[in-house]
């Protein structure tokens, strides 16, 4: 094992046990996705932001007497229709002369008036329109059930990486790519063939198509970033985000530390801002450390797994700081139990039961091409998409910038037990809306 | 944006000529007026902001108290500064350069606040006057620092910023009355500065410089000079900004309002 990189090891014992193939009545034919008798109607996006027209919301302060109220609402011709119980808060109908901007610009201006803002609409956040998104607790877990099997897990809500809240921030950029070097990536895969940015390179058989003959690497490019909002499929973590294939694992999901370190050094050198090795030896090799140096300075973000044996990180990565450790968690912001510890983890994400795309050509007749995977590879893509959606937000940022930025967002979901930073999670499951989303400061 | 500058220092340059050019005492003013006077100032205004290209906006409201002294040069003619300290309030602004994005909701913040004026009455058709008018105001804002903590560590935002406003324009008084003056003017009103913003998150470190600048540029006053006393005077104004609204279609109209009392001798 020292002289072969492969998928986390107990990661391809999960993946081929614990896999499921998504079953399909037999007449959707394989390789296409079912309809809306497979998977309830997607949802449709939502609406823009927006306020409801002609009303604001005013809090007149404590001292304010009703007949100072009074006046205030019929100077500005307004009245109000509601008025909310222990909150104080009237809902006012402005006049047709006035546009609710002027109507807050002049409640704003009353002493009277604590404060007045617009009637908001809430909604929910961004919601893609993927079938199989309801089924990606990863990215929003609302307690739904996970799988179409009877007896499937349900997560508990909120133990999620907040997606479609940092949606709403960004979505990412095309110009930011994610190298995926791995098993290889199924390129004719209708959820990856629009964000394959080349066919990539194949170091196993030498040659410029870097397909997928095993699974895992379609799995996890298509976690990190596959095409999201089409309509069908799974959502990626970083929607517009771009993949570049790099096979550096063989058929069996094995691969020489040679292999694997040319196919980082050459995913460096092809454009890759963030590569994901959901990959790992239990030995140090001098060689693979060598080539995460040589990609960390290049300004290469390297997410690395830090492996399924329940025993210390697995290399590469343990080189820190070239390499950025991903731990698992599973569907109930508990630590999966055979994720590996040790104080290189810097945060964890979820690993357990994820849903990704399968490669059409492995799938048996009657399914369609998406399965489950546990690993801390199938967590490490987590990771690797909100790098690249950090990235094309803050282009500007370093490495150890996007780093810092991860771990200091994260949930320390493990925080009742192991306060801090821990062995098990590092700084906690990582936050999408705490790493995107403008924090607001206030006094 | 060349021709825009233009037009600015060439309104500028008419508004040092006529500065220089002769002025036109009031005619009920038949004995000398006093040279100097002291007074007090009270201002406050909302100023629709726009930033990040002209993509974004939120609104500045502003509120200052200022001792100002006045000095009459000639008939007609007075120069004044004014020093106090005001509050800035810069909510909504979001800096997204920085390592964790911030959107600033921490209200008001002090600052020390300045300026110069000059009112220069040009030449008089019955009972109404007509001069020029020109205004510029510097607010240094004190540093306002910030707990993050919605982070697993606790970080810091220091904000500072520093805007001036330049406004010179026509104005007409109406002379008819024994101790009110009320008067009317226009002007071309700009309102620009920065934000910066520091952010420290352990060894995360960011800053972000945020360049702001009023919605409008041409706006209109009333105002209300009233005279009870003869070394005493009271002065009321408000003041009006349309706007093109960001991210939205029409207009939108700023309002600002000062009162200032003063005392000659």
Redesign the interface.
Known sequence: MSNFCSRPRVTGFAVAAAVVLLSLAAHYPAGRIGSASFVPAPLAESPAPGQVPGQVLVKFKPTASSLMRAMALAALETRAIARLPHLDVYVVRIGDAT?V??AL?AF??NPDVEYAEPNVLCRIAVTPNDTLFKYQYALSNTGQVIGQVPGSPQGKPSADIKAPQAWE?TKGLATVIIAVVDTGVDLNHFDLKNKVISTGRDFVNSDLIASDDHGHGTMVAGIAAAETDNDEGVAGVAWNARILPVKVLDASGNGPTDTVAQGIVWAADNGANVINLSLGADSPSQTLRDAVKYAYEKGVFIAAAAGNTNTAVSYPAAYHPYCFTVAATDYNDQRASWSNFGSDVDVAAPGERILAPYPMALTPPGFIPYAYGQGTSMATPHVAGLAALIKG??PA?KVA?IQ??L??????VNASVYP?KDEFVG??RINME?????????? | MIRKRIATLAGFGLLVLAVLGPSVGRAQDAEPSPRMKLGLGLEYF?RTLAWDDNTRSS?L?AAAGSLRLEYEIQKGFTLAAFLGYGFSNFNGL????L?????????AAGGFLGGIEAEKSLFRTGDFEIGIQAQYVLSLGGTKS???T????G?K?QGKATWMQVQAGPMVRYLGYQDLTPYLSISYNRLWGTYTMNET????T?AEEKKIAGAGNIGAAFGILYEPLPNFSLKGEVAAIPYK?IGAS?L????GGSIKAILSF
Do not use: C, H, M, W
């Open positions: 546009t901007e002027e610009e704003r201006r921030e937000l803050k940022l910038d810092a930025i771990r200091y967002s994260s949930d320390d801090g700084y906690g705490k790493a995107l989303v403008p924090i607001k400061i206030v006094k | 909302s609104v409201t979001i800096f997204r350069g390592p964790f994005s911030l959107d600033y909701e921490a209200g910030l707990a993050i919605e982070l697993n560590q970080g935002a998150v352990l060894e995360l960011g609204k029409g939108g109209v700023d309002f």
